[in-house]
């Protein structure tokens, strides 16, 4: 596995700026503290400085040198604004509703990325998923090829040899019916995230039929979205619509599907909505023995990222190098 030695390695040489939105949070803090004492991310904190000190201080973590910013004293507010008017003027938004809204540190810790004053953010904590996503989609906005921000998780698991285990699942928390299109560019995009940890993607789409074996509206559309997958990004390995068994066991693979050369080594998994995604990520995480980091934000201009609000500080940590390994 591209493991977090390898990208801590790369963001040495490198090093990036990440916002964390919330704080005064200590799961936050102590995350700052670890990443203060290294050399390859420049944590940079939002909210009131003496809150955020005293917080630190109560609970025993040295964020001494960490940026803070605080949206009431922000020296480049007006171009804030000013931009924040800019990119929202199809909704009429006036310079006072601007102000109002940047006091909130969603969107605030956004729009710092935005105007290039930090590489990636990471929230959630306290905050719901989509108020980590809705700030980034209004104001950093999908890429140019991608029309819609979905979500994947990277699992985890020692192996006997050694070396680990990586799966990659998608999308487990954005799309709740995501349609072939969206499926597709789904695929393309947890594929590419996959090979940051150093998978080399073979990529199924999940359903309850293999290869025809089955018959209804949700086969067709997954059957229907790994075809667009395959002219989206030929050079990948996609297969579909393919089961479970078929996708991870070679011989389940050599009954149900013999001429598949990808069944039963499948490593990323697609799923069909959003119940199947959650439910098999947590049952490989629960069961299986799996770390599960994610959810990792897909489609963005910039790395945005979104924490579990049970998250620990172990978590934090991971999630904000994996997210400025995205930078």
Not at 268 to 274: Q, V
Request: hydrophobic share 40%; with cysteine; aromatic share 8%.
């Amino acid at each position: 596995m591209y493991g977090f030695g390898d990208m801590i390695k790369v963001l040495k040489k490198s090093p990036k700026k990440i916002v964390f939105t919330e704080g005064t949070d200590p799961r936050i803090l102590e995350a700052a503290s670890r990443l203060l004492a290294s050399n390859f991310l420049h944590p940079i904190l939002v909210g009131n400085e003496d809150e955020i000190f005293d917080a630190s201080e109560e609970s025993g973590f040295n964020i001494r040198g960490a940026e803070i910013i605080d949206p009431a004293k922000f020296d480049r507010m007006d171009e804030m604004v000013e931009m924040f008017c800019e990119l929202r003027k199809s909704k009429g938004v006036t310079p006072e509703q601007a102000k109002e809204t940047l006091s909130q540190a969603n969107y605030f810790g956004t729009m710092l990325v935005k105007m290039g004053m930090a590489d990636a953010l990471l929230g959630g904590a306290t905050y719901t998923t989509a108020d980590t996503v809705r700030p980034a989609l209004q104001l950093i906005k999908t890429k140019p090829q991608n029309s819609i921000v979905s979500s994947v998780y990277i699992l985890v698991r020692p192996r006997a040899t050694g070396e680990n285990e990586v799966l990659a699942m998608a999308d487990c928390a954005i799309n709740i019916h995501p349609n072939e299109d969206e499926l597709a560019e789904i695929a393309v995009e947890a594929a590419e995230c996959a090979k940051i940890f150093g998978v080399d993607p073979k990529v199924a789409f999940l359903s309850y039929s293999t290869f025809g074996s089955g018959e209804g509206e949700d086969v067709d559309k997954m059957r229907n979205a790994a075809q667009k997958a395959k002219l989206r990004a030929p050079e990948l390995e996609i297969e579909g619509e393919m089961q479970f068994d078929a996708a991870v066991s070679p011989r389940v693979a050599r009954t149900k599907c013999p001429d598949s050369k990808l069944a039963g080594h499948i490593n990323t998994f697609i799923f069909p909505d959003i119940n199947a995604g959650n439910i098999g990520y947590k049952i490989a995480q629960r069961l299986g023995s799996f770390e599960a980091y994610g959810p990792i934000l897909l489609g963005l201009n910039s790395p945005v990222n979104d924490l579990s609000r049970g998250c620990n500080a172990s978590e934090v940590y991971s999630m904000a190098i994996i997210t400025a390994a995205l930078a």
